[in-house]
């Protein structure tokens, strides 16, 4: 019997630790507010999500080229960027306990740790992290940097280069994946929302006259299609026009992805993703050549022009950028949450069942030797390990029985175990045990390679309609 998909996040919090995903940083210290550590397992998830995400976007579509961008940019970026100006959380406290919260996030005017319902004035406070560059006095204005908190202007301030280097005509893309920070006033729900975090953003620019808002649909279906392919539940996600006055200060329209993080809640959803339509904002308020109504120029400190000229039509203007904005840690958690599951053994026993889909699996075989005392066994189930290895991520354990070897497996999804019996010294073949169905075959060693491959073939998008 199966039941499908986490009961809560902490189900999940409690399989990451244990079984090597995620550690709570900082432990020895007593950890560090909201701050998480991949192990050996989550990190190869991580990095299997976001091989996902750019094998699909860069590699199969021909329209988008990758980039990988400084953290730290110039100041300036921050300033006309309008972060400095508005990357804000209101801000308030309750008098009662002095605990601290976004504004936003109060619905029923009662203080979440106390009760309380007496406020302080709601007041801005800036989310960009700061730090200093170079061997500064600590008071040097001029010193001040900050950590990215979007991987996205990184993108804009290349798109000249990217473009011209690259011979790119509208409608085209540039993606970027990476680490983005956030001095977040509440932290919390595990690696849903931390201070220092992973996004994959693509700015797909198109022409001033293009079809914005049908490109946001767009590019909200191919989402779903690629979610899908990554075993998350249609059902499990919700699309969230977001109202006019929610809207961020660069964007005329954004539909979020939200993903059914809180099952138990009655309020179950929280953003995995956004799709926004962000005008020219970007492209010009980064161009020294644009001017206001009075005719001054917007950004006088800006030594280039980021517009484009279309041959065609023998114009110059700025493009229009339609955004997925992703989160690969999000994504991981909505991925663990659907991939879990428990199965009943006939003895009674309750297994937990990773069911992630094979692309994503951090290891793809496991090679069991089925006596572990016996040389010629275990230096067959080595050599069988290594020879798999060029080609998918293999491991050996020996560190149990069969049944708990299986168990281990079946927790962390992996897909196949393959185990070498004393039959296998005389026949040259090996069971192959299927995670989903418990299922085994026997396959001749000299044919496991292709076997394994043609079962664990990385999904493909089926083929995608031009972008309007
Ligand atoms: N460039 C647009 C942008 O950054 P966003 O909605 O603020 O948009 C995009 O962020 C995605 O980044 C979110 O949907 C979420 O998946 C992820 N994200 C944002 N803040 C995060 C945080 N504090 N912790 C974890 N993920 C976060």
Not at 20 to 44: I, R, T
Not at 72 to 97: M, P, Q
Not at 395 to 424: M, W
Request: aromatic share 10%.
């Amino acid at each position: 019997m199966y039941f499908v998909a986490a009961p809560n996040i902490d189900t999940i919090v409690s399989l990451a630790k244990r079984r090597g995903f995620v550690f709570p940083s900082s432990e020895v210290y007593g950890g560090l507010g909201s701050a998480w550590d991949y192990g050996p397992l989550g990190v190869e998830l991580c990095n299997n999500v976001k091989q996902s995400w750019w094998r699909w976007l860069v590699y199969e579509r021909d329209d988008i080229e990758g980039i990988d961008s400084s953290i730290i940019l110039n100041r300036l970026v921050w300033k006309y960027s309008g972060h400095e100006a508005t990357f804000n959380d209101s801000l308030i406290d309750c008098r009662k306990c002095k605990g601290r919260f976004r504004a936003d996030k109060i619905t029923d005017n009662k203080c979440p740790s106390c009760g309380a319902s007496d406020w302080t004035e709601a007041r801005p406070f800036n989310t960009m992290l700061q730090t200093k560059l170079g061997a500064v006095a600590d008071d040097d204005p001029t010193a001040l940097a900050y950590l990215r908190p979007e991987t996205a202007q990184g993108i804009f301030i290349n798109f000249l280069n990217v473009q011209t280097a690259m011979r790119r005509k509208l409608p085209f893309g540039i993606a970027q994946v990476g680490k983005s920070f956030r001095n977040e006033v509440t932290p919390g729900n595990f690696i849903l929302r931390t201070r220092e975090f992973e996004q994959m953003e693509m700015e797909y620019f198109v022409s001033p006259s293009a079809e914005h808002s049908k490109l946001v649909d767009y590019w909200v279906e191919q989402y779903l299609e690629w979610f899908g392919s990554l075993g998350i539940i249609r059902d499990n996600l919700y699309l969230y026009e977001v109202p006019g006055d929610e809207l961020a200060h660069y964007s005329k329209r954004t539909v979020d992805i939200m993903y059914r993080y809180f099952p138990e809640r009655e309020k179950p959803w929280e953003e995995l993703m956004g799709i926004a339509w962000r005008t020219d904002f970007d492209l010009s308020t980064h161009s020294k050549n644009r001017l206001d109504a009075e005719g001054k120029r917007v950004n006088p400190d800006s030594t280039e022009d980021l517009s484009y000229f279309d041959e065609p039509t023998k114009q110059r203007f700025y493009p229009h950028v339609i955004e997925p904005a992703a989160g690969v840690n999000r994504t991981v958690l909505a991925v663990m949450m659907d991939a879990y599951s428990e199965r009943t053994t006939d003895k009674g026993e309750t297994r937990v069942i990773l069911k992630l889909s094979p692309q994503l699996a951090p290891i793809k075989a496991a090679i069991l030797p089925l006596a572990k005392n016996k040389p010629e066994i275990v230096g067959m189930a080595k050599a069988i390990k290594r020879s798999l290895q060029p080609l998918l991520r293999a491991v050996y354990d020996d560190t149990g029985g069969i049944g708990k070897l299986y168990a281990r497996q079946d927790e962390i999804g992996t897909p196949f175990c393959i185990t070498v019996d004393h039959q296998s010294l005389e026949d040259e073949a090996v069971t192959v045990r299927d995670r989903d169905t418990w299922e085994q075959e026997r396959i001749k060693v000299t044919d496991l390679a292709e076997h394994l491959q043609k079962r664990l073939k990385p999904y493909t998008t089926p083929s995608l309609p031009e972008p309007i």
